[in-house]
């Protein structure tokens, strides 16, 4: 695809690594929080629903949301609960990804689109901090962003507008990588971005939701965009 993109963006978990490798350290978490765990996955997902039927607007302080759901899932007060969401998985999980390797390629691939004089960038549904140094890729993006500090978690169009606005790019000439067709694909879609999709085996794609290129292996997406 030369000389059709501008710029490529990234999302990170289960796009820039395996998310097994990531799953195998969370285990001894899972025995000791799982609770919590639960009741952080079931109040991301109400929100995700929630944000479906205005996929435009985001909440004004998306942690106090969060952790408002959870509270009532959790039987505890949300200020509480927003202090163990932050110390139990967001900064224990940081750390976690000292040890966690990407796919193959991705360093090689990020470092041509940057040579090739195309942009690069990150949208994350976490919170970056140090997840980029641990993962070692941090220095390589012209633009990083997490979707929870702008109110809202993909596929909400507000996360993919604003990526759009800080690479200053038109959207039709940005590429968005990802590993989920609701969260990344079909939001990337639906503000005009192309789209890529990383998966290991053949699929069907319903329409809202179909990549303009699938791949297996970071080759084959270097290739794909500089052909």
């Known amino acids: 695809m030369p000389n059709v993109l501008d710029a490529v963006a990234f999302d990170i978990d289960g796009t820039l690594y395996p998310n097994y490798r990531f799953y195998l350290r969370l285990c001894p978490f899972v025995l000791r929080h799982g609770r919590l765990l639960a009741a952080f996955g079931q109040a991301r997902k109400l929100i995700r629903k929630q944000n479906g039927s205005s996929p435009d607007t985001g909440a004004v302080d998306f942690y106090a949301l969060q952790s408002s759901v959870m509270a009532r899932i959790l039987g505890k007060k949300p200020e509480e609960t927003r202090l163990m ?13 000292k040890k966690v390797k990407l796919f193959p390629g991705v360093l090689e691939t990020v470092r041509a689109l940057r040579a090739a004089g195309i942009k690069t960038a990150v949208l994350s549904d976490f919170p970056l901090g140090r997840k980029l140094e641990n993962l070692t890729i941090n220095g390589l993006w012209d633009v990083e962003l997490c979707s929870e500090e702008l109110g809202m978690l993909k596929p909400g169009s507000v996360s993919f507008l604003e990526l759009q606005r800080r690479l200053d790019v038109p959207a039709e000439r940005i590429l968005f990588v990802g590993n989920s067709l609701v969260c990344d694909i079909a939001g990337a879609k639906r503000c005009g971005m192309k789209t890529a999709l990383i998966s290991a085996r053949p699929r069907r794609f319903p329409p809202a939701a179909a990549p303009d290129f699938v791949f297996k292996a970071y080759r084959q997406l270097r290739e794909y965009v500089l052909g």
């Open 85 to 97: 969401t932050q110390k139990l998985i967001y900064e224990y999980w940081e750390g976690l990804f």
